[in-house]
């Protein structure tokens, strides 16, 4: 535990190269700090909330607003999620409201 957080060496994350998207620096980081991680998310979905307009109109207007839902969406669901590592793969559960 670092700082009062879970932590775990970034190379106990199973690396597949057959996954593109796992083929990320993971190897390269000392420590994997996932509620840092979870805490950046949080700061992106309020930085997109603070995002101002820029000087668009019509469609391109209509593209941006899009997007930046679409951004925020996406940035809230995985700040909100809890986390657990799980046969060593990390496991994000993301609350969607509702009753379960």
Known sequence: M???????LAYDLP??????RQRVSVARMAKFDVDAMLVRY????????E???PP??????RLFVERAETDYTD??????ASWSVDDGELVLRIPLGGSG
Do not use: C, D
């Open 2 to 8: 670092v700082g009062g957080r879970k932590t775990f």
């Open 15 to 20: 690396l597949r190269t057959e996954n593109l």
């Open 42 to 49: 949080q700061e992106r979905a309020a930085a997109v909330k």
């Open 51 to 53: 995002r101002p307009l």
């Open 56 to 61: 668009v109109a019509g469609e391109e207007r």
């Open 75 to 80: 940035y809230a669901l995985i700040g909100s």
